[in-house]
C-alpha cells in the first residue's frame, strides 16, 4: 500500500457552523405551497396553496364550517368541492360533490350535485384514485366557478363573530389561506393526506413518481396553472374522514357505491358499450 506523506502543517479547528433555531413563520413556508403569479421561481410546482396544516380541531372546525367562513371583500365567486375515492377489487370510483349555484351559505340544505367517474383502468393504486377525483373537481371548477356566487358569504357579522375565536388562536393559520386579491376562489376538500403530500411536493421538472400517481398529478399542474391564469385562487384542504362533515360523508358514499357496482358489474371486462350503459345508469339515478 503506497504511503502518503503526512501533512507539513497543522489544520486548525473547523469553524462550527451553528443552525439557525428554526421559527413559527419557517414551519410554515415548509408546509405551504402558494404561488404568487405563474411567472415565479416556483412555476414548477402545482400552482395552489396546499396542505392545510393546523391543530386538528382548527382543521376540523375549519372543514365543517367553511359554508359559513366569510369570504373577502374581493372575491365574488366561490365554489367548493369534496373528493373522494374508493376502491373494490381492483375497481376505483371516484365521487366530487358541491352546493347548487346559491346554496353554498346553507350548511343544513339538501342541494347537493355530484358527479361520479370510474377510474379507467383496473387498479390497486388507491392513491391514484383519491388524485383522480381531485383532477375531476378541477375540470368541473373550471366549467362553473362564474356561476357561484359568493355574495351570501361576505362579510356576514355573525359569521365573522362566530370565527373570532379560532382567528384569534389559528390565524397564522387560518389567514394565509385567504391571502389573495382575485376575484375567484375553489377550494377543493380531500381527506386523503397522501394525496395532499404528493400535490404539495410535486416538481414537473422531476415528476418521481408510480405512474398512475404522476399521470394524474400532471394533470393537477397544468390545471392549476390553467386556473391561475383565468383569475382563480386554487386550495386544497384536509378534510376528517368518516366524520359529519356533510360535503366529505357524501363523497364517500357516491364512492363506494360506485366502486362495489363496478366490481359487481365486472366494469373492466365489459365492452365500450356496455361501460358507456354502465355510466348512463349511475348519472341517472
Same mark, same amino acid.
Given at each position: 500500500?503506497?504511503?502518503?506523506?503526512?501533512?507539513?502543517?497543522?489544520?486548525?479547528?473547523?469553524?462550527?457552523?451553528?443552525?439557525?433555531?428554526?421559527?413559527?413563520?419557517?414551519?410554515? #413556508?415548509?408546509?405551504?405551497?402558494?404561488?404568487?403569479?405563474?411567472?415565479?421561481?416556483?412555476? +414548477?410546482?402545482?400552482?395552489? /396553496?396546499?396542505?392545510?396544516?393546523?391543530?386538528?380541531?382548527?382543521?376540523?372546525? =375549519?372543514a365543517?364550517n =367553511?359554508?359559513?367562513?366569510?369570504?373577502?371583500?374581493?372575491?365574488? +365567486?366561490?365554489?367548493?368541492?369534496?373528493?373522494?375515492?374508493?376502491?373494490?377489487?381492483?375497481?376505483?370510483?371516484?365521487?366530487?360533490?358541491?352546493?347548487?349555484?346559491?346554496?353554498?351559505?346553507?350548511e343544513?340544505?339538501?342541494?347537493w350535485?355530484?358527479?361520479?367517474?370510474?377510474?379507467?383502468?383496473?387498479?390497486?393504486?388507491?392513491?391514484?384514485?383519491?388524485? =383522480?377525483?381531485?383532477?375531476?373537481?378541477?375540470?368541473?371548477?373550471l366549467?362553473?366557478?362564474?356561476?357561484?356566487?359568493?355574495?351570501?358569504?361576505?362579510?356576514?357579522?355573525?359569521?365573522?363573530?362566530?370565527?373570532?375565536?379560532?382567528?384569534?388562536?389559528y390565524?397564522h393559520?387560518?389567514?394565509?389561506?385567504?391571502?389573495?386579491?382575485?376575484?375567484?376562489?375553489?377550494?377543493?376538500?380531500?381527506?386523503?393526506?397522501?394525496?395532499?403530500?404528493?400535490?404539495?411536493? /410535486?416538481?414537473i421538472?422531476?415528476?418521481?413518481?408510480?405512474?398512475?400517481? #404522476?399521470?394524474?398529478?400532471?394533470?393537477?399542474?397544468?390545471?392549476?396553472?390553467?386556473? #391561475?391564469?383565468?383569475?382563480?385562487?386554487?386550495?386544497?384542504?384536509?378534510?376528517?374522514?368518516?366524520?359529519s362533515?356533510?360535503?366529505?360523508?357524501?363523497?364517500?358514499?357516491?364512492?363506494?357505491i360506485?366502486?362495489?357496482?363496478?366490481?359487481?358489474?365486472?366494469?373492466?371486462?365489459?365492452?365500450?358499450?356496455?361501460?358507456?350503459?354502465?355510466? #348512463?345508469?349511475?348519472?341517472?339515478?
Amino acid at each position: 500500500m503506497p504511503q502518503y506523506p503526512k501533512p507539513s502543517g497543522q489544520l486548525g479547528p473547523l469553524p462550527i457552523r451553528r443552525k439557525r433555531r428554526a421559527t413559527s413563520d419557517d414551519d410554515e #413556508r415548509k408546509k405551504i405551497v402558494k404561488l404568487s403569479s405563474p411567472e415565479s421561481d416556483h412555476a +414548477s410546482k402545482i400552482q395552489a /396553496f396546499a396542505k392545510f396544516k393546523a391543530p386538528a380541531d382548527a382543521r376540523f372546525f =375549519f372543514a365543517s364550517n =367553511f359554508a359559513a367562513f366569510p369570504a373577502r371583500t374581493n372575491v365574488n +365567486s366561490r365554489v367548493t368541492f369534496w373528493t373522494d375515492g374508493s376502491l373494490r377489487k381492483r375497481c376505483g370510483g371516484a365521487a366530487v360533490v358541491w352546493r347548487d349555484t346559491g346554496h353554498a351559505a346553507n350548511e343544513t340544505g339538501t342541494q347537493w350535485a355530484t358527479l361520479e367517474k370510474c377510474y379507467p383502468i383496473p387498479t390497486e393504486n388507491i392513491n391514484a384514485v383519491e388524485l =383522480f377525483a381531485i383532477v375531476e373537481a378541477m375540470k368541473k371548477a373550471l366549467e362553473i366557478v362564474d356561476e357561484a356566487s359568493a355574495n351570501a358569504l361576505s362579510h356576514q357579522e355573525a359569521n365573522v363573530l362566530m370565527f373570532e375565536d379560532v382567528m384569534k388562536r389559528y390565524s397564522h393559520q387560518l389567514t394565509k389561506s385567504q391571502a389573495h386579491k382575485l376575484s375567484k376562489e375553489v377550494f377543493i376538500f380531500t381527506d386523503s393526506t397522501n394525496a395532499l403530500n404528493m400535490i404539495s411536493n /410535486f416538481d414537473i421538472r422531476h415528476p418521481r413518481r408510480e405512474p398512475l400517481q #404522476r399521470e394524474q398529478l400532471i394533470s393537477i399542474y397544468h390545471l392549476s396553472r390553467q386556473m #391561475r391564469k383565468s383569475g382563480i385562487h386554487l386550495e386544497f384542504q384536509w378534510s376528517k374522514g368518516h366524520s359529519s362533515i356533510p360535503g366529505n360523508k357524501l363523497a364517500d358514499q357516491r364512492a363506494g357505491i360506485l366502486s362495489t357496482q363496478m366490481s359487481k358489474r365486472g366494469y373492466h371486462s365489459l365492452s365500450p358499450s356496455a361501460k358507456e350503459d354502465f355510466v #348512463r345508469s349511475i348519472h341517472g339515478r
